[in-house]
């Protein structure tokens, strides 16, 4: 059984990700990131408040010492909500919309990683305090994909990525687009997770093909949705870099780049490339 978010509350955010995340909760895509504009966390689930949980999470220097767990009633399953400082309390009932609290930024995060709410959903009979076993989540949403040929100019710059300007929104704000798996004529969906930083990928709207390709190039193989990367490096103008976090927008876009030694600044101009691992070579 999969939980399907449906559009009006998937459009209370500017992002979503099933895929983009190094944790086993997000594993065939059992859960999904939601990223809200702002400092605060409007609930994507209404029900009962079941119980608040703080929680130590890994130390980085950039991020705070303490994550939460905020489980919710649905009715029909539990929903596990992370990286909320929570205003609400066990007994409380939330509807969409409703503040949960303070966004968190955690030690689970990447550097590059912004703000959000990671949602995942249990069976009212299973233990709601695990991760693992969750229920595959769906999107009642159309995801445009967005061809790029992977050529862009730097858009917007933090310390450890940059947004590129490539490819663009063609109406921001009222539909949610992707970069396009351009496998097959590049009408075989849209790429989603870190590639290749994190072990798999997904692709979501997927149209029968079993190949991930991005700006000409095969970068993995579809079992169903969920990806698993081939042997790679991504360079910016013939430099290796992280990766690229690959998303669905709505409002802003543009391919993010990551990494903590990128070394570009606002108005370059970049190409970027994929380059497969000799062993991947040998055996095409």
Same mark, same amino acid.
């Given at each position: ?155 917007? *710059?933090?310390?450890?990525? #940059?947004?590129? &300007? ?6 921001? +704000? @009222?539909?949610?687009? !992707? %970069? $396009? ?40 193989? *579809?079992?169903?949705?969920? #990806?698993?990367? &081939? ?6 103008? +013939? @430099?290796?870099?992280? !990766? %690229? $976090? ?39």
């Amino acid at each position: 059984m999969a939980v399907t978010i449906p559009r009006d509350v998937l459009f209370q955010y500017y992002r979503f990700s099933l895929y983009n995340s190094p944790f086993d909760a997000h594993d065939e895509g059992c859960a999904i990131d939601l990223y809200p504009d702002g400092e605060r966390a409007p609930s994507p689930v209404a029900g009962e408040v079941l119980d608040t949980k703080t929680v130590r999470a890994p130390p980085k220097a950039y991020a705070a010492e303490h994550d939460h767990l905020i489980l919710v009633d649905t009715g029909d399953t539990v929903a596990r909500l992370l990286h909320v400082d929570p205003a609400v309390e066990p007994g409380e009932t939330v509807t969409v919309g409703d503040d949960l609290g303070e966004l968190v930024r955690a030690g689970f995060f990447a550097p590059w990683v912004p703000n959000h709410i990671h949602l995942g959903f249990r069976a009212p009979d299973t233990n709601p305090y695990r991760a693992s076993g969750s229920l595959p989540v769906d999107v009642a949403v159309d995801v445009t994909p967005l061809s790029w040929d992977g050529t862009g100019t730097v858009a917007e *710059a933090g310390e450890t990525w #940059v947004r590129l &300007d490539e490819p663009a929104h063609p109406t921001p +704000g @009222e539909s949610f687009v !992707g %970069i $396009a798996n351009d496998a097959d004529g590049g009408d075989s969906g849209v790429l989603d997770g870190g590639l290749p930083h994190y072990s798999g990928g997904g692709l979501l709207d997927r149209d029968g093909t079993d190949a991930a390709a991005l700006a000409g190039q095969r970068v993995g193989t *579809a079992d169903g949705r969920t #990806v698993a990367w &081939d042997g790679l490096t991504v360079l910016a103008n +013939g @430099e290796p870099i992280t !990766g %690229i $976090a690959l998303f669905c927008g709505r409002e802003r876009f543009g391919a993010k780049l990551v990494g903590e030694d990128i070394d570009l600044s606002v108005g370059d101009e970049v190409r970027v490339t994929v380059e497969r691992a000799a062993a991947c070579d040998n055996s095409a």
